[in-house]
T-cell receptor
C-alpha cells in the first residue's frame, strides 16, 4: 500500500458527459500528479499540482482540468467525454516538487460508452 | 520534450533465467531515472531510482539497473527471475529539478513460466 487512495475504482460514463475523479495523497505529500494509462500503453502525464497550483501540464486538451485542495487531495475533471478517454487514470503523490519519487494509487478505470 | 523507449514489449522466461529489459531515453539535459513494476491488479510500485552518484543502482526484489549516460540507457536486470516477477515493467524519466512529471515508456510485459 502506498497511502495514495483514489475513488471511485471503476466508472462508466456516456459520451459527452462530465466526470470527476478523486485522489487522496500520501500523508505529508504536497505534490500530486495525474496520469492517463490507455490499455496496453504506459502512463501519460496529464498535469501536476504543487501546493494548490497547477505547475506542469502534458499534452491534454483544456477539457481536462484539476484542483488541489488545502489538504493536498486532488480532483481530475474531464468534460465532454469522448470514447478515447476510456483509460485507467492514475494519481501519484510526492513529498515535494523536487527530485523525489512518486507514489501511485490503484487508479480509476473509466469506460466511456 | 523527452521520450522513453522500451524495446521489448513482451518477454517470456523460465524461472531462474536471467533478465535484462532495455530502456533508452531521449533528452539532452540531466535526468532522473526510474523503473516501476505493475503486478496484475495492483498499483505501480517503484523498483529502483537513479538521481545521481553510482550509476549501478540496486532496487527491491533483487533488481538492479545501470545508467549509461553515453548511451542514454537505463537497463533493468535480474540474475534469476521467479514466477512472482510476472508483471509489467515501466521505465520512466523526468528532468532534474523540474518537478516530478514522469515520462514513461510503453512497458514490457514479462511472463515467467514456472
Amino acid at each position: 500500500e502506498t497511502g495514495v487512495t483514489q475513488s471511485p475504482t471503476h466508472l462508466i460514463k456516456t459520451r459527452g458527459q462530465q466526470v470527476t475523479l478523486r485522489c487522496s495523497s500520501q500523508s505529508g505529500h504536497n505534490t500530486v500528479s495525474w496520469y492517463q494509462q490507455a490499455l496496453g500503453q504506459g502512463p501519460q502525464f496529464i498535469f501536476q499540482y504543487y501546493r494548490e497550483e497547477e505547475n506542469g501540464r502534458g499534452n491534454f486538451p483544456p477539457r481536462f482540468s484539476g484542483l488541489q485542495f488545502p489538504n493536498y487531495s486532488s480532483e481530475l475533471n474531464v468534460n465532454a467525454l469522448e470514447l478515447d478517454d476510456s483509460a485507467l487514470y492514475l494519481c501519484a503523490s510526492s513529498l515535494n516538487w523536487g527530485d523525489t519519487e512518486a507514489f501511485f494509487g490503484q487508479g480509476t478505470r473509466l469506460t466511456v460508452v | 520534450a523527452q521520450s522513453v523507449s522500451q524495446h521489448n514489449h513482451h518477454v517470456i522466461l523460465s524461472e531462474a533465467a536471467s533478465l535484462e529489459l532495455g530502456c533508452n531515453y531521449s533528452y539532452g539535459g540531466t535526468v532522473n531515472l526510474f523503473w516501476y513494476v505493475q503486478y496484475p491488479g495492483q498499483h505501480l510500485q517503484l523498483l529502483l531510482k537513479y538521481f545521481s552518484g553510482d550509476p549501478l543502482v540496486k532496487g527491491i526484489k533483487g533488481f538492479e539497473a545501470e545508467f549509461i549516460k553515453s548511451k542514454f540507457s537505463f537497463n533493468l536486470r535480474k540474475p534469476s527471475v521467479q514466477w512472482s516477477d510476472t508483471a509489467e515493467y515501466f521505465c520512466a524519466v523526468n528532468r532534474k529539478n523540474a518537478g516530478n512529471m514522469l515520462t514513461f515508456g510503453g512497458g514490457t510485459r514479462l511472463m515467467v513460466k514456472p
